[in-house]
């Protein structure tokens, strides 16, 4: 949909010429990405190659060795802390591992950003915490346990709870779904979809399961050898003409891809 | 000639290595200082902190204390019975408990258990994510984990060693009084005697100084942990490790601070 207008409207990201390497090890390797506002992007790609910092380079969490990256028409890489730190508090990310605080419990960990950015009284964020915690079908009750306490599919709900509580308007999502059993994938899936669509956002989501990525998506791109090799509708994913992507998506073990085995 | 170049070559880089690690670990710990000057202040980090160094170390420390107190006592009976300088004893049980094993003791004691419980904390929060997630959730992870943490073992290790103080006099007047056979009366009037302000106070600012050094070790290791499991553990370790180090070369510096005139 605004995918459509893009043209016209500058993208909500804009990613030109991104490299980051550690040590002698280029991960990243001149990355360029648009993501429309209101489009969830999905993010293709082998394990290791780079899309978890691709992610974290976005976030600030991993310094980028180079090129630009835009949030609404500004580099964030070339602003100053406080302006970053405003930025950032418009983006929830969901981690690979849910990353829960595991020595708070759960309500707490819903709450966090709200008390963190609005100075929000305890009460005020456990009120909110069980409505963020309904609104990924999870009872109020929950909120008291601590996250050791609960099954892989539920930190994932938590964490995504902790995600979307401030309301951002740029989420992203690492590997929503990877470890789930596919019918806790696709109820996930189905959480990330409503959630991104009742707040509007614009969304990044990194995953290798195609089923996951046909639901989530309105556009794919694929990120190989530290670059973006192909850019999509999501629909396309599967018939995209491009070999690489092909050959992913089907999982075929003969292709241009070379799976590096040595370290 | 060329074995020369590549001495020199090492020793350099051996150098700058060692460069390397103190800056970093300076900059760390001034980063985590500044965070406590500028607000907010997370009184709850610092209160769950401060209850982990000071009430949950009391045993082991206060353990440490009265048999090094005991043995201290016994040690300098057999040393001193020879030249009849049997009063003597009261004053060298205060002052070397006082001055060097309260301090020293319990802050070995805390590096090993507290210490090390930071850094494994810290190092599973850094291999899990967490602390990329305190970020993303608007919250400086050196101000939140760190800053408290400091703050908490600089101010927690003082009231530990205090109690330690007492408990060591305690032990060598058990032994003293019971095994020994002296009169409590004098021992403890000795004791007093012998006993100044600045011995006090001298071993309550090493208490502070260990303290400082045991959480910064812990949150330095924790915290540039990475690698797994595998990792938290080797910073699990090098905090003990360093701290323990550290604390007994301090303990130098800081005596020749105090003493040596
Ligand atoms: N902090 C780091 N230090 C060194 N190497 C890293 C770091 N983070 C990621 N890497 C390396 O970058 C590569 C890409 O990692 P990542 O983005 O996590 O892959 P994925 O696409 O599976 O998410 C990997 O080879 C990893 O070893
Ligand atoms: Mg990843």
Redesign the interface.
């Known amino acids: 949909m605004a995918a459509g207008m893009s043209g016209a409207a500058p993208p909500k990201i804009r990613i030109r010429g991104l490299r980051k390497s550690f040590g002698e090890k280029r991960v990243l390797d001149g990355v360029d990405l648009d993501v429309a506002t209101g489009t969830s992007m999905v993010v293709i790609g082998g394990s290791g190659s780079g899309k978890s910092v691709l992610i974290?380079c976005i976030?600030?969490?991993i310094e980028a060795d180079d090129g630009q990256i835009e949030i609404d028409g500004r580099d964030v890489l070339r602003m100053d802390r406080r302006e970053r730190?405003t930025v950032?508090?418009g983006?929830?990310?969901l981690?690979?591992?849910s990353?829960?605080?595991?020595?708070l419990p759960v309500w707490e960990n819903v709450a966090?950003?709200l008390m963190?950015?609005r100075g929000a009284t305890r009460a005020q964020a456990r009120q909110r915490a069980a409505e963020v915690l309904a609104q990924v079908g999870l009872a109020a009750s929950v909120g008291e346990l601590s996250p050791s306490e609960l099954s892989g599919g539920m930190q994932k709900r938590v964490g995504l709870a902790?995600a979307i509580a401030a309301q951002p308007g740029i989420m992203f999502f690492d590997e929503p779904t990877t470890g789930l059993d596919p019918i806790m994938g696709a109820v996930i899936d189905g959480l990330i979809v409503d959630c991104v669509k009742r707040l509007g956002s614009t969304a990044i989501a990194i995953t290798h399961d195609m089923a996951s990525a046909r639901r989530i998506g309105d556009a794919a791109a694929m990120l190989y050898g530290g670059r973006i090799v192909w850019t999509g509708p999501a629909g396309a994913l599967m018939d995209s003409g491009n070999k690489l992507v092909d050959q992913f998506t089907h999982g075929r073990r003969e292709g241009p891809i070379q799976m590096e085995l040595r370290k | 000639m060329n074995t020369l170049l590549d001495g020199t070559a090492a020793l350099g880089r051996g150098a700058i290595g060692v460069c390397r690690v103190v800056g970093g670990l300076a900059l760390f710990a001034l980063t985590g200082l500044s965070h406590l000057l500028r607000p907010p202040f997370y009184g709850r980090m610092f209160l769950r902190a401060f209850v982990e160094f000071a009430y949950f170390s009391l045993p082991v420390v206060a353990l440490t204390a009265i048999f090094s107190g005991m043995v201290i006592a016994l040690q300098s009976f057999t040393g001193f019975a020879r030249f009849n300088a049997e009063s003597a004893i009261a004053g060298v049980v205060v002052l070397s408990v006082v001055r060097e094993l309260g301090p020293v003791l319990a802050g070995l004691m805390v590096a090993g258990r507290v210490g090390a419980a930071m850094a494994a904390?810290l190092g599973t929060?850094r291999v899990?994510?967490?602390i990329?997630?305190?970020?993303?959730?608007?919250?400086n992870p050196m101000k939140y984990l760190v800053a408290p943490r400091l703050l908490a073992g600089t101010i927690a290790l003082p009231f530990l060693v205090l109690i330690a103080d007492i408990l060591g006099v305690l032990g060598g007047f058990f032994v003293s009084t019971v095994k020994l056979g002296f009169a409590p009366g004098s021992y403890l009037v000795n004791t007093v005697n012998f006993m100044t302000a600045t011995d006090v106070l001298s071993g309550l600012a090493k208490a502070a100084v260990f303290g400082f050094i045991v959480a910064l070790m812990g949150c330095y290791h924790g915290y540039n942990s990475r690698g797994g499991a595998e990792g938290v553990g080797a910073a699990t370790t090098s905090a003990v490790v360093a701290a323990s180090i550290l604390i007994l070369a301090f303990d130098y510096v800081l005596t020749e601070l105090f003493f040596a005139r």
């Open positions: 974290k976030l600030g969490l730190d950032n508090a983006i929830g990310m981690f690979q591992n990353a829960l605080f595991d020595s966090f950003g963190a950015q902790r | 904390e929060m899990t994510d967490q990329d997630a305190l970020t993303t959730l608007s919250t």
